[in-house]
């Protein structure tokens, strides 16, 4: 009976809006919105285009629709830009119309609607998140304390492989290993500590605790839902989940890391020197900047922004640098020729220019993030001479906007060289709006500065140690891409032979 009362229910719901959105279409003000394909009541495009959004999908119709286009999924609308003069405009010169973040139900749940910095909307909230993250994070004195222990990560990868007779033989799935790395890498920037093995309990409850939060996050499961509100009773269990892995985890956070740091704070007082990040963010929260649980939500933007992003773009150059050996082989002459014998480290970067092209080539065909972090207009707002709605979801194709023929030569070809030849003076910062893996403007990602030299300082070792292989019977490992909601993934994490080689 009860669900006979819910279904005549939905029905009536069903009516209501749509009844609403006639009335609205006939009386309200008439935009002039973007082209895209004509909506249907209720669903607008979501029947037309599915739940996934990637960048390839995006691409296939912004070639149909041109350079900005507008869908209304259920009761939102999302609008993709396409041209580097668009970005442009949503990221530098409108970019407080378009600062701001929209959600979703399901990161509305793991960031409490926005008490994060990712996710929140633009406005003093994050300018203070900001200014109390940049400090202990992501600027240039961050990198000159931690890059030894960059270097002291990346040189135990490289001696376990070497132990392993496997790694030389059948291969591994050298992820696992660079997964530790990574988790060490920014843990001891945040709580100076880490993990001794991959078999720590505390590693691996971490690990799998933010594997479902990606999961989760990073689903098409949950966006009926989000797109047609009167179906969210339908997502009760997922969203109870969501709330169950989202509390789960805080509690890690808070058990295992940030309340013995808190506690020595309280002790202290004023006289504890700050050491490591959560030092500096429980020391706003001493002064009463932020509360303990936005203290919490930066700890959980960090290991989602920083951890996962950075390890994808290292798992993809590894893929491409097995894949394309003679790339391979003249990155290993130039390490061979200005280092010699010396292991790599953050400070000979800059003497690296090969590289450092491959490296930004590596962001730019497998960006990480290909739609950049969503962005949104608070209000109405104009944009490429057609009218955006207030609350629109802005998506940047990012990876079109790096891989268009009509601004780059052969973009299909994976060619570091056009870094060093006619791109010579793009740069992964944002300084050329073809070519935005982190972002720019306001909203752009700021962990930039940690993630290139770690991605660069990986791959050089890496490179100098081994030369990295298929396994046996393979030409080449599968690159096949796996796409969520944001991310661009490898689809199978490959199994790679890492035979020692000598200077």
């Known amino acids: 009976m009860d669900l006979v009362v819910l279904e005549k229910a939905l029905l009536g719901l069903f009516a209501a809006v749509t009844l609403a959105i006639v009335v609205s279409k006939l009386c309200g003000k008439r935009f002039k919105l973007p082209p895209g394909p004509t909506p249907v009541p209720i669903f607008g495009n979501w029947l037309q285009v599915g739940d996934d959004l990637n960048h390839r999908l995006l691409t296939d119709m912004a070639r149909r629709f041109g350079e900005i286009f507008h869908l209304l999924m259920g009761v939102r609308d999302l609008v993709v830009v396409s041209s580097p003069d668009l970005a442009r405009e949503v990221l530098h010169a409108q970019g407080i119309e378009f600062g701001s973040r929209t959600r979703n139900v399901v990161l509305d749940i793991f960031t409490d609607k926005g008490q994060d910095m990712v996710f929140t909307v633009y406005g003093d909230h994050w300018r203070k998140m900001r200014r109390i993250m940049t400090v202990p994070f992501f600027t240039n004195k961050v990198v000159l304390q931690n890059r030894a222990g960059w270097e002291e990560e990346a040189r135990l990868v490289v001696e376990e492989l070497k132990t392993n007779p496997t790694a030389a033989t059948e291969g591994v799935v050298i992820r696992r290993r660079l997964q530790l790395m990574m988790y060490n890498n920014m843990y001891r920037i945040m709580f100076d500590k880490r993990f001794d093995s991959v078999d720590d309990p505390v590693f691996n409850k971490l690990k799998a605790i933010n594997f479902e939060r990606s999961r989760l996050s990073q689903s098409f499961e949950f966006n009926y839902g989000d797109f047609i509100p009167i179906l969210r009773p339908f997502l009760r269990r997922y969203l109870n989940k969501c709330k169950e892995v989202k509390d789960h985890r805080l509690q890690l956070f808070h058990e295992h890391f940030v309340a013995q740091r808190k506690k020595m704070m309280d002790e202290k007082g004023s006289e504890m020197e700050l050491e490591c990040g959560i030092d500096h963010i429980l020391d706003a929260e001493r002064k009463g900047e932020i509360n303990y649980d936005n203290v919490l939500y930066i700890v959980e933007n ?98 079109w906007l790096a891989n268009n023929p009509a601004h780059w030569r052969k973009p299909e070809e994976f060619r570091p060289e056009r870094f060093l030849e006619e791109e010579a003076k793009v740069e992964a910062s944002g300084n050329d709006f073809r070519y935005l893996p982190f972002g720019a403007g306001r909203r752009s990602c700021p962990g930039i500065i940690l993630a290139l030299p770690i991605i660069g300082i990986t791959l050089g070792r890496l490179v100098q140690n081994f030369e990295l292989l298929p396994p046996p019977g393979q030409a080449k490992i599968d690159t096949t891409e796996k796409a969520g909601q944001f991310s661009l993934q490898i689809m199978k994490h490959s199994t790679v032979v890492c035979k020692p080689r000598v200077f």
């Open 302 to 399: 960090i290991n989602v922004a920083a951890l996962e992003t950075t390890l994808w773009s290292i798992e993809w150059g590894i893929a491409e640098l097995v894949n394309n050996p003679e790339i391979q082989r003249k990155l290993g002459a130039e390490l061979d020729a200005v280092l010699g014998g010396d292991q790599i480290t953050e400070q000979d970067l800059q003497r690296l220019p090969y590289l450092q092209a491959v490296v930004k080539e590596t962001l730019r065909y497998r960006m990480a993030i290909p739609l950049l972090v969503p962005h949104m207009n608070l209000n109405h707002a104009n944009l490429g001479g057609y009218d955006i709605p207030g609350e629109s979801k802005i998506l940047v194709n990012a990876w």
